[in-house]
């Protein structure tokens, strides 16, 4: 089975532009998580999609935003980046939502640089 | 809410020798607990995980981790490491109720040297 995909692997933009992640989970995984990775801060949770329903929302303002495709594949857009926004985004996809426990899976992750 | 503190932001090791990556947590309710290990331009991959049950748990890679409730720590232990080993190390806490959303310790940075 293959795993998470993550395209771009690598992307740079500029301030003030906008841009968009893909994740493809593994097959028949319907949740998918976003989360990003900065020196600073670590690693935090930006939002959770199953079913093609946001289910949960890590604090980040609202210039982050995400959906998922009945295919269960998964976007996140960043819009007006800033410099802080350069880091590297990781997507992890598992079996099913819900309030119990479902291992996920991390994809490789997208780098993003923004000068 | 939930916390994680990684105690070593880095953590030199001489080949062969055992290793012990320390992570405490902090939540108002039941958890489940997690290490992940992140090699260098990779996604994180999971090394154990602590759902209930036994407190000692064993991992992919010689790694085992135990649970301490009373101290609210997941310290992860391997008792002889590679140069392989060499990676960054991650604790990671869930709720309960909390679905798939993971609360991250900041990391440990692994150097195994020769």
């Known amino acids: 089975k293959a795993g998470v995909t993550q395209t771009p692997r690598y992307l740079i933009k500029t301030r003030g532009q906008q841009v968009t992640l893909s994740c493809s989970p593994i097959?028949?995984?319907?949740?998918v998580s976003w989360y990003q990775q900065t020196p600073g801060q670590g690693l935090q949770f930006l939002f959770e999609?199953?079913?093609?329903?946001?289910?949960n929302k890590g604090n980040f303002p609202g210039r982050f935003s995400g959906r998922q495709f009945s295919n269960s594949r998964s976007e996140m857009n960043v819009s007006t980046l800033e410099l802080g926004d350069s880091a590297l985004y990781l997507c992890?996809?598992?079996?099913?939502?819900?309030?119990?426990?479902?291992?996920?899976?991390f994809g490789p992750g997208t780098r993003l640089t923004v000068l | 809410a939930q916390s994680v503190t990684q105690l070593d932001s880095q953590v030199p090791v001489f080949e062969e020798a055992p290793v012990e990556l320390r992570c405490n947590y902090s939540?108002?309710?039941?958890?489940?607990l997690f290490w992940y290990v992140q090699y260098p331009n990779q996604g994180l991959q999971l090394l154990l995980k602590?759902?209930?049950?036994?407190?000692l748990v064993k991992g992919i890679n010689g790694f085992e981790a135990e649970f301490n409730k009373s101290q609210t720590s997941f310290h992860l232990r391997k008792p002889s490491v590679h140069i392989s080993d060499t990676a960054e190390y991650f604790c990671?806490?869930?709720?309960?109720?909390?679905?798939?959303?993971?609360?991250f310790g900041g990391g440990t940075r692994v150097l195994v040297k020769p």
């Open positions: 939540s108002s309710v039941s958890v489940y």
């Open positions: 999609y199953f079913s093609e329903t946001q289910r």
């Open positions: 097959s028949g995984h319907r949740s």
């Open positions: 602590y759902l209930s049950g036994s407190t």
């Open positions: 992890a996809s598992s079996l099913a939502g819900g309030t119990n426990y479902n291992e996920q899976f």
């Open positions: 990671a806490v869930s709720g309960k109720a909390a679905g798939n959303k993971l609360t």
